[in-house]
């Protein structure tokens, strides 16, 4: 019978590694780096369908949204522009039904008292002035309402300071105000002491009337808001006395509707 030979400590074992083939042998990754495996069904493409489905949805909403904005602003637009339309129609009619004018204001007459002595240091002027308002309106009447003011003027400095009385001035009519305007204890510089005394002797003192009044119109029965009417009139006198003529008037207004 052969003996059997048994392997010795010294002897090689053969390698495992060597037994293997080149194909069944596992690729190593490259140092610093993770290989993560998932099942082939999980992989899916970018975006995700859900996703890409939500955009569309999104995209949606918001142009519509926009349409809506658009349309909005459309109708908004088109209501102004109706609007617009509307009141220039009612002006339209307003102007060819009532016609309205302008009223005219200026200064009849003035006297004069209290500028006699011109080189007193304090003086206390006093004016009778009597102010024409002309209202041509056929379907318009004025109010002229309490909160008046009348200011005189020489020299760029104010002399005297009075007010207009209330009264309702009818369509088609002249009426006559007539207003006294005091000062009192008014000093004057020296240069329009010298101006003054200067025009008296020319026998053209220059004065400056400036007016404000509020006043309502009235159109049938209805009265509108309170309207602020501005008069500035440029008056030259031959005298400052009470037989006073006005030699040249020059009056302009303005009215301040709100």
């Known amino acids: 019978m052969a003996d059997r030979v048994h392997p010795t400590a010294d002897s090689p074992r053969p390698s495992t ?6 194909t069944t042998k596992p690729s190593s990754p490259p140092p610093g780096t993770y290989v993560i ?3 082939k069904d999980q992989i899916y493409r970018l975006p995700p369908p859900e996703n890409a489905h939500r ?3 999104y995209t949606r909403q ?3 949204r926009r349409n809506r904005c658009r349309s909005c602003l459309f109708c ?3 209501i102004l522009a109706i609007l617009i ?3 220039g129609i009612t002006l339209a009619v307003f102007y060819f039904v009532v016609r309205p004018k302008s009223p005219n204001y200026s200064i009849d007459a003035i006297s004069i008292s209290g500028l006699n002595n011109l080189t007193s240091s304090a003086i206390s002027p006093v004016f009778n002035l009597s102010v024409r308002a002309d209202n041509p309106n056929k379907k318009i009447g004025i109010y002229y309402l309490t909160g008046s003011s009348v200011r005189i003027y020489s020299s760029n400095e104010k002399l005297s300071e ?3 009385p209330d009264f309702f001035q ?3 009519n002249v009426s006559v105000l007539r207003a006294v305007v005091r000062g009192a204890g008014v000093n004057l510089s020296s240069g329009a002491k010298n101006e003054i005394i200067e025009w008296v002797k020319q026998r053209a003192v220059l004065l400056k009337v400036e007016i404000g009044v509020p006043i309502k119109v009235k159109i049938g029965s209805v009265k509108s808001w309170k309207i602020k009417v501005k008069v500035n009139c440029d008056v030259t006198v031959d005298e400052l006395t009470a037989a006073a003529k006005i030699v040249k008037k020059n009056c302009d207004y303005s009215v301040k509707i709100w």
């Open 162 to 164: 009075g007010v207009l």
């Open 170 to 172: 009818p369509s088609k």
């Open 62 to 64: 918001s142009h519509r």
């Open 76 to 78: 908004l637009l088109a």
């Open 55 to 57: 955009f569309k949805l």
């Open 37 to 39: 495996q998932l099942p």
């Open 85 to 87: 339309i509307l009141l």
């Open 17 to 22: 590694s060597s037994t293997l083939s080149d």
